[in-house]
Structures are given as C-alpha cells and as structure tokens.
C-alpha cells in the first residue's frame, strides 16, 4: 500500500502565505509526478501544480507567479509554497503522486485526504 499525508493547511489572511507539505511512504519503487490539486465548495476539483521526478513542473494560470512548488525525490516528499492568497484559494488542497509500485511496477494514481486551506480576514 501507499500513503500519501499533507499538512500544513489552517486559516490564513489575505495577501498571507502557507506552505504545504506531502510525504508519501508504503510500497513505493519511484514516483514520476507529485503535485496538488484543489477542490472548493461547489466546484470540480482542479490542478494546482505538479512537478516531474526530472524538475518539469505545470500549474495552473490562477496560481503563477504565486505559488511554487517543491519536491524531495529522496524523501518523496513535496511542497507547495503559497504566497500573496487570496479568498478565491479557499479550499481542500489534495496532494497527489503518480507511483510505481515496488512489487507489481505498475503505475497507479495515489491521493491524499486533503487538507483545508481557508483565506479570510
């Protein structure tokens, strides 16, 4: 099995910053993409940011220049660094890694159980 554990989220004002942070551990032989996703009251569950075991990383228009993400291939962990937030990046935050399992080395889609993020004054 494999297990992916954010932290990290809580209130926070706007124009304040937040980082999270994901571990995966379990069964893992490599993990070819770890990132974030979002999902706020109502709506679909978006892409954040994501970043490849070689350094690519892909995020999302609303969070550019905003919001960076991190990873520790060594360690499999990663993390998503928010600053200047704003009340629209309210939501659950979702860590997600695209893992190789150690035995099967089939790749298989792992998501964490997402932690709250809220942005008000």
């Known amino acids: 099995q494999v297990q992916l554990v954010e932290s990290g989220g809580g209130l926070v004002q706007p124009g304040g910053s937040r980082r999270l942070s994901c571990v995966a551990s379990?069964?893992?032989?490599?993990?070819?993409?770890m990132g974030w996703y979002r999902q706020a009251p109502g709506k679909q569950r978006e892409l954040v940011a994501t970043?490849?075991?070689?350094?690519?990383?892909n995020s999302a228009d609303s969070v550019k220049g905003r919001f960076g993400i991190s990873r520790d291939n060594v360690k499999n962990l990663v993390y998503l660094q928010m600053n200047s937030l704003k009340p629209e990046d309210t939501a659950v935050y979702y860590c997600?890694?695209?893992?190789?399992?150690?035995?099967?080395?089939?790749?298989?889609?792992?998501w964490g159980q997402g932690t709250q993020v809220t942005v008000s004054s």
């Open positions: 970043m490849s075991n070689t350094g690519s990383t």
């Open positions: 997600y890694a695209a893992v190789t399992r150690t035995y099967t080395k089939v790749e298989v889609n792992y």
């Open positions: 379990g069964s893992i032989f490599s993990i070819r993409t």
